[in-house]
């Protein structure tokens, strides 16, 4: 498998546009992880999914950001309308729970909002 | 709820010396224990794990963690560090596979 995949690896773009991250996790894995990781507030875990089912969006900072995860193999996060304090490196991770629940990270998407 | 405390944010050390990177927990229930290891623009890698039996943990790269649960802690140590491993270390704690939460990182500078 080639690991978790995340596109794009960077995303320049400005205030008030939307933004959409993409994630494609390891077959076979039944939870998805999107974190957050800035130097003020480290690795933030904003939502998560097992089976394709949100089970924890309390981390999602506010109704701009959103995650859907419509089948085993694709999840979006997405802000709308973004802001500079978005800015900030989006982690996607996948696990498999049976196998001990250890998470597998893609390279992160590096997002800059001016 | 479950959380995780670094309670170094750096640490500096020479190269060959040890070094001990803590690392705290809280969790109302049994928990799965990782320490992760980030390098400069890079995703997070598995250091270790504990799930379950011995509390002494070996990982990748010579180090090892200690399962402590009377003091519901996870160190990581190396007996002799490398240039190399000069990077961000993250605990992390999870409750059986579920959700995995990690503490804010320690930074690790290796001293020529």
């Known amino acids: 498998d080639a690991g978790v995949i995340q596109s794009p690896r960077h995303e320049v773009t400005e205030m008030g546009q939307e933004v959409t991250l993409r994630c494609k996790p390891i077959s076979g894995h039944d939870y998805l992880f999107w974190y957050r990781q800035t130097m003020m507030r480290g690795l933030e875990l904003l939502i998560y999914?097992?089976?394709?089912?949100?089970?924890?969006d309390s981390g999602m900072p506010e109704d701009r950001f959103s995650a859907k995860m419509p089948n085993a193999s694709f999840s979006t996060l997405k802000i709308q309308p973004s802001e500079p304090r978005d800015s900030a490196v989006y982690f996607c991770?996948?696990?498999?729970?049976?196998?001990?629940?250890?998470?597998?990270f893609g390279q992160g998407t590096r997002l800059t909002v001016v | 709820a479950q959380s995780v405390t670094q309670l170094d944010s750096q640490v500096p050390v020479f190269e060959e010396a040890p070094v001990e990177l803590r690392c705290n927990y809280s969790s109302s229930v049994s928990v799965y224990l990782f320490w992760y290891v980030q390098y400069p623009n890079q995703g997070l890698q598995l250091l270790l794990k504990?799930?379950?039996?011995?509390?002494l943990v070996k990982g990748i790269n010579g180090f090892e963690a200690e399962f402590n649960k009377s003091q519901t802690s996870f160190h990581l140590r190396k007996p002799s560090v490398h240039i190399s491993d000069t990077a961000e270390y993250f605990c992390a704690v999870s409750d059986r596979g579920d959700k995995i939460i990690f503490g804010k990182g320690t930074r690790l500078h290796i001293l020529p």
């Open positions: 504990y799930l379950s039996g011995s509390t």
């Open positions: 991770a996948s696990s498999l729970a049976s196998a001990g629940g250890e998470a597998f």
């Open positions: 999914f097992n089976n394709n089912v949100p089970i924890d």
